[in-house]
């Protein structure tokens, strides 16, 4: 695969993104991680504070954290990673490396960005702790799986990004809507219970972060193991991923015409 012989290209594309974005910056950690922080004081302040809430469970700030540092991760990665191709054009029509370099070096940055986060949780589990468990295995669990729907979403999106310009809008609506419409402020449990169409719930669980934070949350919470949401979250990460490379490949051509 020529992707997996430019690995040693690609791990110095990827170093250099990181040294990039901190180099300059005394507080360049800190800012990787003050979105999600931010984000989770002022859902935990309005939804333990100002409303009491009947969803999720307790404590409630770690239930919030083990879904927005995977969000904050996804968002980010699914937006630079559809740019990734227009952003590089110079590099990616003259340089001999395979195109997908130049996605997968956005989707690993991302991905080291957000084990950067993870002692943010560590250190709200020291101060909240909550019922951890056996199921602790599926975190790295999602964290594949993640990886896995990024590359995907990274590859097919990115090509599609350089041939049709309104994708950029599109995906911005689409994490905004893709926000309420996974379980971060409430749990998959909630969904079950809410009085919609069974065939809505259906819908709602092929969503693949529906499952995947299912997975991040598991050791903690064991009453939200919800094996189903897992399992397709699962399967639709390496759909996506074959759907992406597939079409990655047979765009390619137009991609560097039009670029």
Request: proline share 6%; charged share 15%; net charge positive.
């Amino acid at each position: 695969m020529t992707l997996w012989r430019a690995r040693s290209v690609l791990g110095l594309l990827v170093r250099r993104d990181l040294k990039v974005r901190y180099a300059d910056s005394l507080l360049g950690y800190f800012w990787s991680i003050l979105d999600p922080l931010l984000m989770a004081a002022v859902y935990w302040f309005v939804f333990t504070k100002i409303f009491p809430r009947p969803m999720g469970e307790e404590p409630y700030i770690i239930f919030l954290l083990a879904a927005l540092l995977p969000w904050t991760w996804f968002q980010n990665c699914v937006g630079d990673s559809a740019r990734a191709l227009r952003q590089d054009s110079r590099l990616v029509r003259s340089t001999r490396l395979p195109r997908e370099v130049w996605v997968m070096r956005v989707v690993l940055s991302k991905t080291v960005e957000f084990g950067f986060s993870l002692p943010v949780l560590a250190v709200f589990l020291l101060f909240y702790p909550p019922e951890v468990n056996a199921h602790l295995w599926l975190f790295p669990l999602g964290i594949v799986m993640q990886l896995v729907l990024l590359a995907g979403l990274g590859l097919l999106l990115s090509p599609l990004e350089v041939l049709l310009r309104d994708i950029d809008p599109l995906i911005r609506v689409a994490m905004r809507v893709l926000f309420y419409a996974s379980p971060i402020l409430y749990g998959l449990q909630d969904v079950y219970n809410a009085v919609i169409p069974e065939a809505l719930k259906m819908l709602y669980l092929l969503n693949p972060m529906t499952g995947i934070i299912a997975a991040f949350r598991a050791g903690f919470f064991p009453e939200v193991v919800h094996w189903d949401a897992i399992a397709i979250a699962g399967g639709v990460s390496v759909l996506t991923l074959v759907v992406g490379w597939i079409v990655f490949a047979r765009s390619e051509r137009a991609v560097l015409k039009e670029l």
